[in-house]
C-alpha cells in the first residue's frame, strides 16, 4: 500500500500485527470488565481506527463516544493546556470508563484527560493506547494496555497523521525523514 508514496519510509507494523495485538488486548480488556458495562471515549481523530477494531475484537456489548480535544499551541513541545472541542454526549457517574488512543507521545493529552473524566465522578478511568513512544513514560500516566512501544520515530497511518494525510493507511509506517526535516 505504501508503494510509490516518496513520503513514506517502510511499514513498521503492518496490519497483520495490529490486528492480532488488538485481539490480545481485547481478551484482557473482556476478561477486566466481565460483568461490567464499559464505556470506551475514542480520542478524535487518530483513535477512530483502533475504536472500530478494538470494539468489534472485543466480542460484547459496550458503549462508544468521543472527544475531540487539542493542544494549546501547535509546536512540537506544548503548554500542557487542552481545549475541549467536543465533549463527550455520555454522563460518566458511575460509568466504567476505557480511554482509547491510538497513541502517547509526550502523554500531555492524557494526563489532563485522565484527570478531567475522573473529576467527573465514574466508577473507573483506564487508558488503552495502541502506540506508546519513550516520552510519555516520563509522565505520571498510569497506562493499563499498551499495544506496543515505539521509539521515537514518526510514524503514520492507522489513524496517525502527518499534516490531515496517511490516516487511512492499513500499516503503521514511518515517514520519510525528508518530509518533516
Ligand atoms: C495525537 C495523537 C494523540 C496525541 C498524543 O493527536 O492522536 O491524541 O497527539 O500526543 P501527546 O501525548 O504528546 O499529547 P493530535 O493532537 O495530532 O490530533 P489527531 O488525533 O486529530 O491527529
Ligand atoms: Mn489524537
Ligand atoms: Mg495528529
Known amino acids: 500500500q505504501i508503494e510509490g508514496d516518496l513520503a513514506l519510509d517502510q511499514t513498521y507494523i503492518s496490519e497483520a500485527e495490529i490486528q492480532a495485538r488488538l485481539r490480545e488486548l481485547a481478551g484482557e480488556i473482556s476478561e477486566d470488565y466481565d460483568g461490567k458495562d464499559l464505556l470506551l471515549v475514542g480520542v478524535l481523530k487518530g483513535a477512530v481506527m483502533v475504536m472500530a477494531d478494538l470494539a468489534r475484537a472485543l466480542e460484547r456489548d459496550v458503549e462508544m463516544d468521543w472527544m475531540a480535544v487539542s493542544s494549546y499551541g501547535s509546536g512540537t513541545t506544548s503548554s500542557g493546556v487542552v481545549r475541549i472541542l467536543k465533549d463527550l454526549d455520555a454522563d460518566l457517574t458511575d ?13 500531555l493529552t492524557l494526563s489532563w484527560l485522565t484527570s478531567n473524566l475522573r ?3 465514574p466508577a473507573s478511568v483506564e487508558i488503552c493506547t495502541l502506540l506508546r513512544k519513550p516520552e510519555a513514560l516520563k509522565m505520571a500516566v498510569d497506562v ?14 492507522y489513524g496517525l497523521d502527518y499534516d490531515e494525510r496517511y490516516r487511512n493507511l492499513r500499516d503503521i509506517a514511518t515517514l520519510a525523514p525528508h518530509v518533516y526535516s
Request: no cysteine; charged share 25%; net charge neutral.
Open 144 to 157: 493499563r494496555y499498551v499495544g506496543f512501544d515505539i521509539p521515537n520515530a514518526f510514524v503514520v497511518g
Open 95 to 107: 460509568r466504567h470508563v476505557l480511554i482509547v488512543e491510538d497513541i502517547i507521545d509526550s502523554g
Open 119 to 121: 473529576s467527573r465522578k
